[in-house]
């Protein structure tokens, strides 16, 4: 079907775009097909933003990440517990690991239906509420009482649940030339959060441990409150009332730089716009007899259907699909049960010798969470340069090798010093990309109407898988007391398999999202032969352009 294009003059020479822009005005493009409006903005690239510039949106998204340190603190928590408590019973401690990825899913359904309605600063605010209960209840519990351990978890998996969406909020603020770099903070404060638990578990009692992430909580609660402006392109897209509001916010973002404040705003107004004007035209759609009838079913699906009670475009399907292959590829590799049970792993695959020789189980996860830190700041350096997809398949790559090599170096007769190199390689490898950089596609490859609400439902889907490998792992990698270690060598086969999958379905399916604005990525997932017209329609403009310019 043909498209009908239209093309708007140059913007006036008065006005603070025209005045912003160093060598073409900007271009404004709209297409009609059907009932469908597609806005694409053609803007010159922005000079380089110094680090003045910059800093603002850093602070937002560090204080913001630092909620994103608790999943890192619960998933070793239970090795601190091991550290106080010996477990005699599968069973109990598969419980008290899964039962925290069980309760997971509810806290991302409930986030990312409650911050499209209250607001993203809002959201993390509450957050923080099942976080504070949860280390409230550790906090009086004793190791013995396995009913409160288990409610101390269920509440602390509700809010990392709810932690997962972050990754959206910082993807909104950040500029499309440094949201890359920025959204790789997650990978880092995730294995702070690691680090911090390991090394405050190594060095304090039970009680104390749970005091100090009490207080840690509670004082990233009032960072939150202080240093968090609310998200602009919430504020524009679902509170259209409030553009003051918006502006605001997004001059708490950009300070200074006044040339970069009114190009982002610009956009801002216009797709702000732009979304108004569909939402009208829908609305007049409707015969005149049944318009009263049609707004109030908008209004009661808008208010108990999801967005997935109806039919999606390729750019929300798409993503989802991709999203959803990569999660499951990711828990299948065994990322994350060698994060949660890392002490019962390194014993296993040592046998009988000591994992650390003088030193103590928890004093070799602090060394071992020192190298995942290291690892993950320079995922996030590396990442500014050659972008997050060659690093999520040499990362799955490396996993593969190393849990090869623990397969085949695990038994009664090798030497334990092999097999400990994989699973350290091997825990190493997953921080710098494929344990964290599936999360921050979240914040990228989905639109924005439905970022929150299909970012929940693929969090909530990836937990739920999460949940049956750790309930199932402790049961594989049981050797019945033989001591041959079979079990744990077939257990890290299958992880290499699918660490290798992962890297060739990235490798086949991922787009590269380095520097590219959400408008680009969306059209990465539109139909060939709208990415096709669009390419038309683009160099039409662009001579458009040109031509008005010169004259």
């Not at 959803?324 to 994350?336: D, E």
Request: net charge neutral; charged share 15%; with cysteine.
């Amino acid at each position: 079907m043909a498209y009908r294009t239209f093309t708007t003059p140059l913007i006036s020479r008065n006005s603070f775009v025209w005045k912003n822009q160093r060598t073409l005005s900007n271009g404004i493009q709209f297409k009609s097909k059907s009932n469908d409006t597609i806005c694409l903005i053609e803007q010159t690239v922005t000079k380089k933003l110094s680090m003045g510039d910059l800093f603002p949106q850093i602070l937002s998204s560090i204080v913001a990440f630092l909620l994103v340190t608790q999943p890192g603190i619960n998933m070793v928590y239970s090795n601190i517990f091991l550290n106080h408590y010996e477990f005699t019973d599968v069973s109990e401690l598969s419980w008290l690991t899964s039962i925290l990825v069980l309760c997971t899913p509810i806290g991302a359904i409930a986030i990312g239906i409650i911050m499209d309605r209250i607001g993203r600063k809002n959201a993390f605010l509450l957050t923080t509420v099942p976080l504070l209960i949860s280390w409230s209840i550790a906090s009086v519990a004793r190791p013995e009482n396995m009913s409160l351990i288990y409610a101390c978890r269920f509440f602390a998996g509700i809010g990392g649940g709810m932690t997962s969406m972050v990754v959206v909020y910082v993807s909104e603020i950040a500029h499309s030339s440094y949201r890359q770099v920025l959204l790789s903070l997650n990978s880092v404060f995730f294995s702070v959060g690691v680090l911090f638990a390991t090394m405050v578990g190594s060095l304090f009692q039970w009680q104390t441990v749970n005091v100090i992430f009490f207080i840690f909580t509670a004082v990233t609660t009032v960072l939150l409150v202080i240093f968090l402006p609310e998200s602009p392109v919430w504020l524009a897209k679902f509170r259209t009332n409030r553009m003051y509001d918006a502006r605001n916010s997004m001059r708490r973002i950009y300070p200074k730089n006044n040339q970069v404040f009114t190009e982002e705003l610009d956009c801002l107004y216009f797709a702000a716009k732009t979304t108004t004007t569909a939402d009208e035209t829908a609305v007049h759609a409707q015969p005149s007899h049944c318009s009263s009838c049609g707004r109030a079913n908008r209004q009661r699906k808008r208010k108990w259907s999801g967005w997935w009670h109806s039919p999606q475009p390729p750019t929300v399907m798409r993503p989802v699909r991709v999203l959803a292959t990569v999660f499951l590829l990711q828990q299948l590799s065994g990322c994350y049960p060698v994060i949660f049970y890392a002490v019962p792993v390194m014993r296993s695959v040592a046998g009988n010798a000591a994992v650390g020789g003088p030193y103590s189980d928890m004093d070799v996860m602090v060394a071992l969470g020192a190298v995942r830190l290291l690892t993950s700041v320079v995922a996030c350096v590396l990442s500014a340069h050659i972008g997050r997809r060659p690093l999520l398949i040499a990362s799955s790559l490396a996993m593969a090798c190393s849990a090869a090599l623990v397969a085949l170096t695990c038994g009664p007769e090798a030497a334990p010093v092999w097999p400990l190199i994989g699973v350290a390689v091997f825990a190493c490898s997953g921080s710098a990309g494929v344990l964290v950089f599936p999360w921050t596609l979240i914040g990228e490859l989905l639109p924005v109407s439905v970022r929150a609400a299909a970012g929940a439902a693929i969090v909530a889907y990836a937990y739920t898988l999460m949940f049956v490998v750790l309930k199932a792992f402790p049961y594989a990698v049981a050797d019945g007391g033989d001591g041959s270690g079979r079990p744990v060598a077939t257990t890290f086969a299958a992880f290499a398999a699918a660490s290798l999958a992962m890297a060739v379905y990235v490798y086949a399916r991922l787009p590269e999202t380095m520097g590219k604005r959400f408008d680009e990525i969306e059209a990465h997932f539109a139909d060939d032969s709208d990415n096709d017209d669009v390419d038309d329609d683009d160099h039409h403009l662009a001579v458009t352009i040109n031509h008005d310019a010169c004259s």
